[in-house]
Each structure stands twice: as structure tokens, then as C-alpha cells.
């Protein structure tokens, strides 16, 4: 079974905004940086480098696979993103919790290989290419033109199903892939600036593959004088019995939420 567990110790960092003139973020991008501004905006100087990082690996694990000269002028477009669009909020803008599903998002999860073979086809531009996303707009568009009006007003309700409700189990391990980092990391400071208090989270999900994952996610360290809650103490035991008891959830089929 695969496993994950880490402590994340927040480094200090200050960053220039330079906005890079021959690439552009897709509407579709914008609207997923959107989510992780409250979490940008809230996080303190020092924290800034720790939190990015957060939304950094989030954002790859959807991107198109790039070499790394690449992948550094992209997180440096959603770095110049994030600093141009951070707006003065209370500490009571607390994270969202959520996502708005738009129509054109689910019939993109409905269609995405189509999306990307009709790129190919008509650009030459392959996944992970550089110039996929500059074309990513038009064959949506032309995708949704495509499809018919009955089509169109299912992905409208499928995405206030989804918005109001929970998405499919496979979309759900998208979600947790992509923001579940940036989600516990929030929740952990927050406790810790709120209410004085120390977390240790154990976590368990299921990935597209119906395989059971499990996790620990320490934060201690990070936080105030505190020493790793993983590094102190014998938790081996812990984590056995964990592991015990997500397979007797996950196995037993349960399908509130997925």
C-alpha cells in the first residue's frame, strides 16, 4: 500500500512580481488559482515560499508534463498571478472548502482525452508540450459547440449537482490530489494561530484506481517552538492500526460522499 507522511517546515522567501510577457494563464488556469487565493493572501511573509509550494505541486499534478526550464517559467507565471491578484482581507476570510464547478469544467472531465487528441490533431501540440495550453480555449469551445442542447443543459445541472452535492469518486481523488495538501496545511496553522492548539493528522483516500492510500501529515515543527510530532515519538503503532482500520472503511463500500 502505498504511503506518504511528511513535515513541512515554512522557510522564509521574498519574491519580485514579474509578469512575463509571451505566456498567458488559460481562463481555465485563472479559475483554479482563484481557489488558493484566500490560503495566499492569509499566509504571512514567512509562510509565502511554504504555501506556493503547496499550490505549485497542486497545480503540476493537472499540468501537461513539461521539462524543467519549463516548469519553472510556469510557476513563476502562477507566482506573478497569485502577487498581482492578492487582495487586503480579514483574517476571518477563512479557505473555501470547495469548489463552483462551471459547465465547460465538466464536459472538459467528460471529454478531456478528445480535448487533447483534437489539440494534437489540429496543432501538433502534444500534452506537456509548450504550446498546449495557447490552444487549449479553442477546441473547447469547439467541443461545446458540438454538443447538442440536451448535452449542454446536463453538464449545466451535472455541475450544480456536483457544486451543491459531491462530485464522482474519481473526480473526488482528482480534488484530492490537487488541493488536499494546501487544505490540511490551512487547517493546521489556523488551529495553531486560533486556538493554540497542535494537530497530528492521519488521512486516508482512495485514488482513481480504487487504491487505498493512507497518510500522516505533520506540521509541529513548523509552529511556534514545537518539535515533529514524527520525529519525537514512536507512532509506528498508530500508523498499523490505521492502516487497519481505513481498509475495514474503504472495503466495506460506503458511499457517503464517495
Not at 481523488?173 to 492548539?197: N, S
Amino acid at each position: 500500500m502505498a504511503r506518504s507522511g511528511h513535515s513541512t517546515q515554512l522557510t522564509s522567501g521574498r519574491h519580485r512580481a514579474c509578469q512575463p510577457q509571451t505566456q498567458k494563464l488559460t481562463e481555465n488556469k485563472i479559475s483554479e488559482l482563484k481557489n488558493y487565493l484566500p490560503e495566499w493572501t492569509l499566509a504571512k511573509q514567512k509562510e509565502k515560499r511554504a504555501v506556493f509550494t503547496a499550490i505549485a505541486r497542486a497545480a503540476r499534478l493537472f499540468a501537461p508534463k513539461v521539462d524543467q526550464a519549463q516548469w519553472k517559467k510556469r510557476k513563476q507565471i502562477y507566482k506573478t498571478w497569485l502577487f498581482n491578484n492578492r487582495k487586503k482581507k480579514e483574517r476571518k476570510d477563512m479557505i473555501k472548502y470547495g469548489r463552483k464547478w462551471m459547465p465547460r469544467m465538466v464536459i472538459y472531465q467528460w471529454n478531456w482525452e478528445e480535448v487533447l487528441k483534437r489539440i494534437e490533431d489540429e496543432s501538433g501540440a502534444k500534452p506537456g508540450g509548450p504550446g498546449m495550453f495557447k490552444h487549449y480555449q479553442a477546441a473547447m469551445k469547439r467541443v461545446m459547440a458540438e454538443l447538442s442542447n440536451d448535452e449542454l443543459e446536463k453538464a449545466k445541472e451535472t455541475a450544480e449537482e456536483w457544486s451543491n452535492n459531491f462530485p464522482p469518486p474519481e473526480i473526488q481523488a482528482q480534488v484530492t490530489r490537487k488541493k488536499g495538501p494546501a487544505y490540511i496545511e490551512y487547517f493546521l496553522k489556523e488551529m495553531w494561530r486560533q486556538c493554540r492548539m497542535r494537530v497530528f493528522v492521519m488521512l486516508a483516500w482512495k485514488n482513481e484506481q480504487g487504491e487505498v492510500l493512507f497518510g500522516m501529515h505533520d506540521d509541529n515543527e513548523a509552529l511556534g517552538d514545537g518539535d515533529s510530532f514524527m520525529k519525537m515519538k514512536d507512532w509506528e503503532d498508530i500508523e498499523l492500526v490505521w492502516q487497519e482500520y481505513v481498509q475495514e472503511q474503504f472495503s466495506a463500500g460506503a458511499q457517503d460522499g464517495g
